[in-house]
């Protein structure tokens, strides 16, 4: 099958269909593109990443874990 086939195929078919294939076709790339692996030295520690302390001048909550539990009560009670 060459490309030129192909593309009097797609012609073909209705535009609902022409798109279906082309989402199909966008998954495949997806699917098989290269991965690339991240080099650790590449990687940020952990302590550098802006999430971490983001809740530390946070009055109303002590204690993270307990926090959570007591939020879980009230929310899975209901």
Do not use: C, H
Request: aromatic share 10%; net charge positive; charged share 35%.
């Amino acid at each position: 099958m060459n490309t030129r086939s192909i593309q009097n195929d797609l012609n073909l078919l209705p535009q609902e269909a022409q798109q279906a294939a082309f989402e199909f076709i966008e998954f495949l790339k997806t699917r098989y593109q290269k991965k690339t692996k991240i080099k650790p030295s590449a990687r940020k520690p952990l302590k550098k990443e802006r999430f971490v302390g983001m809740w530390r001048k946070r009055k109303d909550i002590i204690s993270g874990s307990e926090w959570v539990r007591s939020l879980r009560r009230s929310e899975w009670s209901k």
